[in-house]
């Protein structure tokens, strides 16, 4: 008995340390395994998309904090063009200050088509600002990010925005002579920080000349799809928002517009 008590204790204490060594080993391995960072998943450059010959451009410019639903809400209207025949169809891509992954408000990694400097970067026919978490602060201060706004804004045919989006587009002065809306409890801070600009509350899409904005949110699907009824006509338009389990009828969203270029 006193052989196999023995034996026993010897495989009891053996196991014990051997699980101790594997704990051990595996608290070391963990330590060393690096914090998964923007860097660590960059790639470089830009991977850029495929285009379709006579399409509409649209760039979607992302930041860091780039809310998911004022990006994907309007990104997927537009996206869904592609399976629509006889109208001309939209080719929809990203584009960062670099290369580097965004990192949206809620957390998911982007991996930007293209950056700013992107040699490759098509001609923009329609710009769509989505909010981010700094739309109404530090990002303003990016100089390189308003000129770029400024000159992309200068030869597009649309420039549209989504809740705080506005803010941008005032910065680089894409507003000016124009009328627009944001995020409605932002509305006020918009009018404080551009007295000169008109600035609308109560409405979710406002349309001025080639400049189209919308209050954001959920309803960033109401400012993209006022976006395809005025490219493509109501039918398409409802047809669109069908895709998507969407019911739209233009005469329920409240919206104004100014001018109709």
């Known amino acids: 008995m006193s052989y196999y008590y023995n034996t026993m204790m010897i495989n009891k204490y053996v196991g014990a340390g051997y699980a101790l060594v594997i704990t051990c080993i595996g608290l070391i391995a963990c330590q060393n395994v690096p914090e998964v960072t923007k860097d660590a998943i960059d790639p470089k450059p ?76 098509p001609e923009i026919d329609i710009l769509v600002i989505p909010s981010a978490e700094n739309h109404m602060g530090s990002d303003l201060d990016d100089q390189r990010m308003i000129q770029w706004v400024q000159d992309v804004a200068a030869q597009a045919d649309y420039i549209t925005s989504h809740c705080d989006g506005a ?38 899409v406002v349309h001025d000349g080639k400049v189209i904005t919308s209050a954001g949110g959920a309803r960033s699907f109401d400012g993209a799809l ?36």
């Open 167 to 204: 803010f941008v587009l005032a910065e680089a002065g894409v507003l000016d002579g124009h009328e627009s809306t944001t995020f409605p409890s932002d509305v006020a801070a918009m009018r404080d920080r551009y007295p000169e600009l008109t600035v609308h509350d109560s409405v979710l």
């Open 46 to 121: 830009c991977m850029g998309v495929e285009l379709m010959g006579d399409a509409y451009n649209v760039a979607f410019l992302i930041m860091d904090g780039v809310y998911n639903t004022e990006l994907t809400a309007p990104y997927d209207i537009f996206h869904h063009t592609r399976y629509r025949d006889g109208i001309v169809r939209m080719n929809v891509f990203t584009v960062a200050l670099d290369c580097r992954a965004v990192k949206t408000f809620e957390g998911m990694y982007l991996l930007p088509a293209y950056s700013m400097d992107s040699e490759d970067l």
């Open 226 to 261: 006022y976006v395809a009824e005025l490219l493509y006509g109501a039918d398409v338009a409802r047809r669109l928002a069908q895709g998507l389990v969407i019911d739209w009828d233009l005469s329920t969203v409240p919206h104004l517009v100014i001018r109709d270029e």
